[in-house]
């Protein structure tokens, strides 16, 4: 808690600027999406690929509520509620958009039960694509073009208090969606779904609800998913459905085998290189251009675009692969390496 506050106090009084304080919360939102992923892929051993359909679902549905609620708009007219309750009412604008992928995650949940594997992966990446073309189809709330509006909310609540609060709701959900799947892992529905990795049938016969299971899992993963996406969008101010394509999955399950599969600690971390090294690729991809230009390897006109850096991850997880299957946690968390550790990981 105490880089918490010590990370907003620096961005109040302006000594964190902007482009640093996204890429805080970019963080924040990768390691949410990471964390909450590896309840599927990695404590309960299926192979979903399709996160970014839920948190699609929760970006719009979180959005759609703030802009009717608080602000005026060319579809939904005039605010139902004064601009300056959008502050209170936030959290719980968050919350209905989770919700709404958590049953989503749930209808998808239901197919589970009887798949698992590929089969599983390709109904997660058509809900995936149902998902996205659904809201593409829907031209009340933009459609292809996109939804936005989300920013008036943002200035809303810096009006009221002047503090930067996306920046705070970010680090709150992340705390909490850590703290969350750390204790869900520990109860009794977290040894269920490990005991579904190890042996299904196995899991079945000691009497475990193994569809239960499944049930609660992906919808706490979705809606963890969903609720990344509701701060996706207010940070950004604008979103469309191309940002929730089948890319975006892939980050997601790039980010969960690169930190270990089962590791909530390497889930975290894996958020944070992974968002530093696209961040990084955004200097390094400028000077690719100039260095090949210098050396005549590249026409004057052509360019090297930062679609490149769908070559250079998807390298880094075949190298991985190859030379560390495991991930850079493997199924271990950083109190197994740091003993003294373990007293946070406590739960009376």
Known sequence: MVLVFTLIGLSYYNFLDLYVQSVIMFIGINIILSTSLNIVNGYMGEFAC??????AIGAYVSSILNVFLFTKDKVFGLPLLP???ALYFFPLVLLAGALAAALAGG???IPSFKTRGDYLAIITIAANFIVTSTIINMNSIGGARGFMGMKKIVYAMEDVIALPWMLIWVMLSTILTVWLIRRY?????????IAINQDEVAAEIMSVNTNKMKLAAFM????????????????????????????????????????????????????????????GLRFVIPW?????????????????????????????????MQFRPEGI???KELSDIFPKLKKWYKFK
């Open 50 to 55: 399709g996160h970014a359909a839920f948190m």
């Open 185 to 193: 892992v520990s109860s009794t529905f977290g040894k269920g779904i």
């Open 329 to 331: 946690m493997g199924n």
């Open 107 to 109: 209808l998808v949940a």
């Open 83 to 85: 601009p300056e309750l």
């Open 220 to 279: 706490i993963s979705s809606g963890l998913a969903g609720l990344a996406g509701g701060l996706f969008a207010h940070i950004l101010g604008y979103i469309n459905p191309g940002s929730f394509g089948i890319l975006k999955s892939t980050e997601c399950l790039v980010m969960v085998y690169l930190g270990g599969m089962g590791s909530l600690s390497g889930s975290v971390i894996s958020a944070i290189l992974f968002t530093l090294l696209l961040e």
């Open 288 to 320: 690719i251009n100039s260095a090949l230009h210098y050396v005549h390897l590249l026409p004057d006109t052509y360019e090297v675009s930062q679609v490149w850096k769908w070559v250079l991850i998807p390298l880094i997880l075949v190298f991985l």
